[in-house]
Structures are given as C-alpha cells and as structure tokens.
C-alpha cells in the first residue's frame, strides 16, 4: 500500500509561480512513473505531467515551457514547478504513481490551485 501526500497548492497572480511536492511512503519496493494531473470545475482530469525513474518527462502541450516536473527517487518524492501561472491553470492537482512490482496505480488527495488576480 502506497499513501500519496501533496502541499505546495495555494493562490497565485497570474504571472506567479507554486512549487508542488508529493512524498510517497508506505510498503513498496520502487515507486515506478510519476506525474501530476489536474481537474477543473467541469472538466475532467487530465495530465500534466509524468517522470520515469530514470528521468524521462511527459508533458501536456499547454504547460510545456512554463512547468517543469523532477523527482527524489531517494524520497520518493515528485515535485512540480510551475511558472508564469494562467487563470486556466486553476484546479486541483492530483499526484499519480505507480508502485512495482505489479504497476498498483495510486492517487494523492489533490491541493488546490487557484490563479487569479
């Protein structure tokens, strides 16, 4: 069993910048790929971002060049820089993993996101 626990959400002006952490713990061997997804009023959940153990990054278009995802395999922790913050990045982000062996997906308990002026 995995827990997911997320900080860093809050309110930003537009322009701003939040960091987001999440750790991973509980009983696993290796948490596998990582990543950030987000729901907005109305909408349904989508991606933002992920990381593999070994680095490799996805990232929706709409945040590429603005969001920077990194991980701690360490600490089995995922962060998510985000800059130049839109009111359209308004949500709340959910961390997503994957635990092995088996790829058990798991979900944090999402911290909101709010971009306004």
């Not at 989508?46 to 060049?65: F, M, P």
Request: aromatic share 10%.
């Amino acid at each position: 069993q995995v827990q997911l626990v997320e900080s860093g959400g809050g309110l930003v002006q537009p322009g701003g910048s939040l960091r987001l952490s999440c750790a991973a713990s509980g009983s696993f061997f290796l948490i596998s790929v990582m990543g950030w997804y987000r729901e907005a009023p109305g909408k349904q959940r989508e991606l933002v971002a992920t990381i593999t153990r070994g680095g490799n990054t996805n990232y929706q278009d709409s945040v590429k060049g603005r969001f920077a995802i990194s991980r701690d395999n360490a600490k089995n922790t995922v962060y998510l820089q985000m800059n130049s913050l839109k009111p359209e990045d308004t949500a709340v982000y959910y961390c997503n993993a994957y635990s092995q062996p088996g790829s058990r997906e798991y979900w944090g308990q999402g911290t909101q996101v709010s971009v306004s002026s």
